[in-house]
């Protein structure tokens, strides 16, 4: 077969088999950076090579999250975003346009949080929750209205009078902090991979197909916009109002500012007390309060500008590189591990983080004993964002990549193109066999509960199983002994492992 074209097969199978795992199941096995690598490189070959594209193609999907398996809505008013800054400065600069564009310094602004989840449209008719449809390219997007009527706080039908016969809502899906650590907590107990973050998890679950198991994740959603033909409000302020007793579950976060100072301290004080909320902000939103100068001021090609949002700085800390070390996941694919010099962020303490695979360490240009700056966005493995250099000693040494599998030591494998290396000897390299054990006696596949994580690895280092057909033949002298308790250091030490 033509190379490239078996280039594009395989990279066309590998992708979509991401996908599946990451919208299906909420497994991200490779970072956002390598998959795009990926789905850029096949673009690239298909576009170079039309004749070969596959009619699966991941690269079909325009926008990239309209998915098959939900029936495509045409959203009756565009779903935009939002222009984004981290500079206060901005927000002065947005002030003064909006000034001279009314010709006015006496309007009020409405202040929200940014609420990090799934965009929802909602439609009622005749006040019952008609339909829901996810954002998807801001065009067109999914039908997702038997998952988001498992939501709690979502009225089915409203309550309260004057609710015109037509209305669209407008709001934010989230998945509950607590939600999320109490699934991470089961997750753990169960072998499972755990969840990478709560915005992750919320789009996930939202695009299950099955609603029985979106109803157990206590999915809960804000409501933050209400779309008429009806002129029912004359300000955002009195919409959100409207809507809270029809209703609808609205933050109570939001406050009206009369000036650009007042929408300065909002921002402030929620930088400090969002940690408290029941769940990820990155942000604020500030938004025009009055309809008509909405209008008035009306939108770019992308963004309205009568609104902008203000997103948090991450939180960052600095701390020592101690070495990096080399994790071998279940398919073999080798995650380089910064070992870390223990240090508080955002409430934890970070000892390790993932560096993905070489071309982060590449792009870090990391050398020994380097001082690193660490952030963490949501995420529950923090990330590195880059090195201080001026803090590097003159005679350190750059990070070299390993060559051989640190566990097997056979010689690593990196295909063309490709982030990763792989330690291709899938038979005989422990964790490899350790990982596919402990995926099948898990509690979602056979779940045999009297054999744990700590068991496996002594029968596998005994070479008494290397593969899940030995443990059937294996006798009770060779199990004596070998019962060990699998503490939760271990679970974490091995699920970490498949999400890093
Ligand atoms: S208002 C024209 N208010 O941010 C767009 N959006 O970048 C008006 N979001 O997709 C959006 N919290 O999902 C608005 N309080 C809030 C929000 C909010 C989160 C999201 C929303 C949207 C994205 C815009």
């Known amino acids: 077969m033509n190379p490239t074209l078996e280039t594009i097969i395989q990279l066309t199978k590998e992708l979509n088999y991401l996908n599946y795992q990451y919208y299906k199941k909420d497994i991200k096995e490779i970072s956002d950076q390598a998959f795009d690598f990926k789905l850029k490189t096949l673009e690239q070959l298909e576009r170079d090579n039309p004749s070969f594209v596959q009619p699966d193609s991941p690269t079909l999907r325009v926008g990239g999250f309209v998915s098959k398996k939900f029936k495509t809505v045409v959203h009756q008013t565009p779903m935009l975003s939002l222009s984004n800054t981290y500079s206060k400065q901005d927000l002065i600069d947005f002030d003064e346009r909006i000034k001279k564009i009314l010709d006015s310094s006496e309007f009020e602004y409405v202040c929200e949080l940014k609420f990090d989840g799934l965009a929802i449209s909602i439609t009622y008719e005749d006040g019952k929750l008609l339909r829901a449809v996810t954002r998807g390219d801001g065009i067109k997007g999914d039908d997702i209205t038997a998952n988001v009527k498992t939501i709690k706080s979502m009225p089915l039908v409203l309550f309260g009078e004057n609710w015109p016969k037509k209305l669209e809502v407008r709001g934010e899906i989230f998945l509950p ?14 072998n499972e991979p755990l969840l990478a973050n709560p915005r992750n998890a919320a ?23 209400l779309l008429s033909d009806s002129n029912i409000s004359n300000s955002h302020y009195e919409s959100l109002k409207l809507m809270k007793n029809w209703g609808f579950n609205i933050s109570n976060t939001y406050s009206k500012c009369s000036n650009i100072d007042e929408v300065m301290m909002y921002i402030e004080s929620w930088s400090k007390k ?39 700085e991450s939180e960052s800390v600095q701390t020592r590189l101690k070495g990096v070390t080399y994790q071998v996941g279940r398919t073999g694919t080798i995650t380089p591990v910064a070992n870390l010099e223990p240090i508080t ?34 995420e529950i493995i923090p990330k590195v964002t880059h090195v201080n250099i001026e803090a590097r000693r003159f005679d350190a ?24 290396h792989y330690c291709p000897n899938e038979r005989e390299c422990p964790p490899q066999i350790l990982g596919r054990i402990s995926h099948f006696i898990s509690r979602n596949a056979l779940n045999i509960e009297s054999l744990g994580i700590k068991t496996v690895q002594g029968l596998i280092q005994k070479k008494l199983v290397e593969d899940i057909s030995d443990l059937y033949h294996l006798t009770f002298s060779q199990l004596n002994g070998l019962m060990f308790e699998t503490t939760e250091e271990d679970k974490t030490k091995i699920i970490t492992k498949e999400i890093c």
Not at 177 to 190: D, G, M, V
């Open 274 to 312: 969002r940690s408290h909320l029941p769940l990820e902000t990155d942000g604020v939103v500030i938004k025009v309060n009055d309809l008509r100068s909405q209008d008035k001021l009306g939108f770019t090609s992308k963004f309205p500008r009568w609104a902008i949002s203000f997103k948090f």
């Open 345 to 378: 962020l955002a409430g934890t303490i970070v000892k390790r983080a993932s560096l993905h695979n070489a071309n982060e360490i590449v792009r870090l240009n990391l050398h020994e004993n380097d001082l690193v700056a660490l952030e963490k966005g949501g």
């Open 397 to 420: 040494l750059p990070i070299e990549y390993i060559h051989e599998c640190p566990e097997c030591k056979t010689a690593l494998i990196r295909i063309d193109g490709e982030a990763n």
């Open 203 to 225: 789009s996930g679950t939202m695009k299950m197909q099955d609603s029985a198991i979106v109803a157990q994740r206590n999915m809960d959603c804000y409501i933050y916009g």
């Open 177 to 190: 902090l607590s939600s999320f650590e109490a699934i991470n907590k089961k997750r753990l107990e169960n």
